[in-house]
């Protein structure tokens, strides 16, 4: 259980951070909610946990990409919750095309996002975890990250470089105490994949159907209480990607 613990969910106000913080909570953890530009959204998710848990929740806007935003909502949550333990990186953006094709500010948009937006969080939340003395960092990957795909490249550079990125963080840090690993999701049901449920690669997943956000919610439930496990990578993907 997560009793006394406050995880810090980005993207959380919708689809697969949804789920992640409505999970946590469920297992007794604190949570500060950080969305993008949806209010109503993300206060709906706190007052779900607040109700259904009795846990504290508390939503914050802030675009994970910039670096000084997220330096002031780390402060902010520090200030509100007193403490943190557990951050998971779950914000992500696509702008699908061509490699020949994509605009630059495609290409930007989605590792500033995906990859720069997780750096920031942890570059800021990682003094938090030193003063708890433990840390748990989640960050949400993809199977395009480990395979690739066509149409993709900037968002399966975003994903792969977040495999790097936990790598690195773990070795840097598991000596403090503080562990981190990546889910790496295959097709999960959400907003983000509407456009894809005619997609060919879904009749290649050995399971047979679409993930559902509270599927990779429970990956998620199990890296925040694996405390012998950091650097990983876990699927939940239906085999896709094996
Ligand atoms: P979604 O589009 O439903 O949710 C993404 C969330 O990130 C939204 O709440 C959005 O407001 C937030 N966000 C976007 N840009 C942000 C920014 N600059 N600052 C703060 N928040 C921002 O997407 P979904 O499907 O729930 O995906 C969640 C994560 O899982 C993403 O990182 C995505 O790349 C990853 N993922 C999703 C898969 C899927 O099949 N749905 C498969 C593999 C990975």
């Known amino acids: ?23 946590l909570a469920s297992m007794g953890a604190d949570v500060a909610v950080i969305y993008a530009g949806n209010r109503d959204a993300a206060e709906s998710v706190c007052e ?15 675009d994970v990409a910039d670096f000084t935003a997220v330096k002031d909502t780390a402060a902010k949550i520090k200030e509100d919750f007193g403490a943190l333990h557990i951050l998971v990186n779950n914000a992500g ?21 995906n990859l720069k937006g997780a750096f920031n969080m942890i570059r800021h939340c990682i003094p938090l975890f030193l003063r708890s003395r433990e ?6 990957s993809s199977v395009s990250g480990l395979i690739g795909n066509a149409g993709q490249c900037n968002y399966s550079a975003s994903k792969a470089g977040l495999i790097g990125l936990t790598k690195s963080v773990a070795k840097e840090y598991a000596a403090k105490g503080i562990r981190c690993n990546a889910i790496a ?8 994949t509407e456009a894809h449920s005619d997609n060919p690669l879904l009749a290649m997943i050995p ?35 094996m």
């Open 135 to 140: 840390g748990c960092i989640i960050n949400i």
């Open 207 to 241: 399971l047979g159907r679409m993930g559902e956000a509270e599927e990779v919610a429970d990956a998620a439930a199990y890296l925040a209480e694996a405390r012998y496990v950091t650097g990983e990578v876990l699927r939940v993907d239906g085999g896709i990607a």
């Open 93 to 113: 953006v696509t702008r699908d095309g061509l490699a020949a094709m994509m605009k630059e500010e495609d290409f930007d948009r989605v590792v500033d996002t």
């Open 48 to 62: 779900k946990c607040k109700e259904d848990f009795g846990v504290k929740a508390r939503s914050y806007v802030c």
């Open 185 to 192: 999701p295959g097709f999960i049901r959400t907003d983000m």
């Open 1 to 23: 259980m997560l009793n006394g613990k406050t995880a810090v969910v980005t993207g959380g106000s919708r689809g697969i951070g949804a789920a992640i913080a409505y999970k």
